[in-house]
């Protein structure tokens, strides 16, 4: 049972699309290597002011869910770290597997956490649009955050009590006030490198910056992730797990770190 399983999993149908980028140098995710990463004296500390009236709805976009942004001005930001611009908040997102085994994109020393939030950004200095930022190289930074099955985390508790109402492809609620810097660990510490989109279009258009700090969870919040599905009201249910993308070459790059 469990190898059809994982032979059905592996051929689920977000990964029948080619799985590399043709000529891609710069994919994502990686492995990051703690020892082989190099401390950058130069890189500074990331600014995060983020308004909590910003937020928008959740929704369920059958490949996770999504908590959506007004992206319309400059109200939720980062700014610092490696990037050159300040970026606006758009959405954040999760990755997660079907047990605590494996579910993150990134792996730190060949670890899987169970879990990853990814926060996007976009560079609305330089680029009119979101969608012409997912086309450049400097147009996107997203923020990884490990999740690791530990204690209850009070602030993930509000979106898991929404999930239920998202349970099916293409749902979607209001969600009007929430501050998603309850999810980011307060250590400064982080890794990055110059990466892409971990689902089509793919896009080399990412400055990741990924925590060092993971956030810690209890197994009930992990276990409400995966209670979604992949599949819309009226199909035969596809529960919403291993929505994570398999480890790319890291070619050419070097993963720096704000920490020595
Ligand atoms: C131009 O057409 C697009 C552009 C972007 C799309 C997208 C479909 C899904 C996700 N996105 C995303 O914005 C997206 C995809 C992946 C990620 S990730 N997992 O953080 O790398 C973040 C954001 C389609
Ligand atoms: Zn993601």
Known sequence: ACCSYRLRDALHPLWQSPLTIPGGTRQSPINIQWRDSVYDPFLKPLKISYDPTTCLHIWNNGYSFLVEFDDSTDRSVIVGGPLENQYRLKQFHFHWGAINEWGSEHTVDSKFYPAELHLVHWNAVVYPTFEEAVMEGNGLAVIGVFLKLGAHH???QTLVDALPAVKHKDAVIEFDVFDPSCLIPSCPDYWTYAGSLTTPPLT?????II???PIE??????EAFRMLLFTSDGEEEKRMVDNFRPLQPLMNRTVRSSFQ
């Open 154 to 156: 009070e602030g993930l």
């Open 217 to 222: 969870v209890d197994e009930n919040q992990l």
């Open 204 to 208: 080399e258009s990412v400055t990741w």
């Open 211 to 213: 925590k060092k700090k």
